[in-house]
């Protein structure tokens, strides 16, 4: 190879290697932009997810109270339930960190009142915040009963509750007060089935008279026009946890056997041997017993949970005409 057929495969050598450096940054440019493009993408992403952790966080002291509000704020909520477990008794419940955390960073607390949650007073005092809201179901229902604490078995009271929560709500969100709003509409129109079951029993069953292990469901059992003859001071020395006295004991098994209640509607919660006595002799006289809860069983809602309760016992309370 001669000199100058040498300085020309030295050009040729030179302008291929230009080519494949500019084919390699084309390479390199595309694969930058690709990664430019997913890591903004990824950021704006983790900006709409930074936007869901400005939803309000509420705890609420029990799940029904809970439900109401998830149903009110929808995807503008989230929502720690604290009372969940339906095969736990409420009135033996411990507070835990977890619990103690989710006060400390809540928006909004919800807790009954009545000495049923006073747990929750102690959480809420163990991490003051004057910009938390605090809605407390006893200052808040319309028609609460004496010496009985159950207040969201009355449908008045729930409705009161939900009304605070919305208000609320809008407090601490004002730009979704419309969608909140309309929540509660619905809301208020899904009370009315409930309404119109409690008005049917008792039209049908006005005067009938039934038994109750404790107080949870007079709430109900006085608009349905139900006669409950168990003695008071028994069913709320059960709902409290203490035993009734001999002869409230006595009254209420007699009450039984002499097939004086037609229907027994026991707390599943709270169960006594007094109460399991109670049970297997309404069993053995073919007495319906009816089962209701302190706590909102798993995949209900308010709304089912309640309507549910009211069938069983409209079917029961059937069985003795």
Not at 141 to 158: I, T
Not at 216 to 236: C, M, N, R, S
């Amino acid at each position: 190879m001669n000199f100058s057929e040498y300085v020309q495969t030295v050009k040729n050598n030179t302008m291929k290697n230009k080519w494949i450096i500019g084919i390699i940054a084309i390479i390199v440019i595309t694969v930058l932009g690709a990664v430019i493009y997913k890591t903004s993408k990824n950021a704006s992403t983790a900006g709409g997810n930074q936007s869901n952790a400005s939803t309000v966080k509420v705890v609420a002291a029990e799940n029904n109270y809970g439900d109401v509000v998830e149903q009110l704020g929808g995807s503008k909520v989230s929502v720690d339930s604290i009372l969940s477990d339906p095969n736990a008794d409420p009135h033996e419940y411990e507070s835990s960190v977890p619990d103690a955390e989710a006060v400390a960073n809540a928006d909004i607390v919800i807790e009954n009142g009545f000495d049923y949650d006073t747990w929750m007073d102690k959480l809420l005092s163990a991490s003051p915040n004057p910009k938390r809201t605090l809605l407390v179901m006893q200052k808040l229902a319309p028609h609460p009963l004496p010496d009985n604490p159950h207040m969201w078995y009355g449908v008045d009271n729930m409705q009161a509750m939900a009304h605070a929560i919305v208000s609320a709500l809008k407090q601490k969100d004002p730009a979704d007060s419309t969608y909140f709003e309309n929540n509660l509409t619905t809301f208020d129109n899904s009370l009315q089935p409930i309404r119109q079951k409690i008005a049917d029993i008792h039209a049908k069953f006005n005067g009938t008279k039934v038994g109750l292990t404790e107080t949870i469901y007079l709430y109900q059992t006085e608009p349905e026009g139900l006669d409950v003859l168990t003695p008071f001071a028994f069913e709320k020395a059960i709902a409290e946890g203490n035993d009734p006295s001999a002869d409230d004991v006595a009254t209420a098994n007699d009450q039984i056997t002499r097939h004086e209640v037609k229907v027994l509607i026991y707390n599943e919660q709270t169960i006594t041997p007094i109460t399991t006595n109670m049970q297997n002799e309404a069993k053995q006289l073919n007495i319906p017993i009816i089962p209701v809860w302190e706590t909102m069983p798993p995949g209900k809602h308010y709304q089912s949970w309640m309507m549910g309760q009211l069938v069983n016992l409209e079917n029961a309370l059937q069985q003795t005409k």
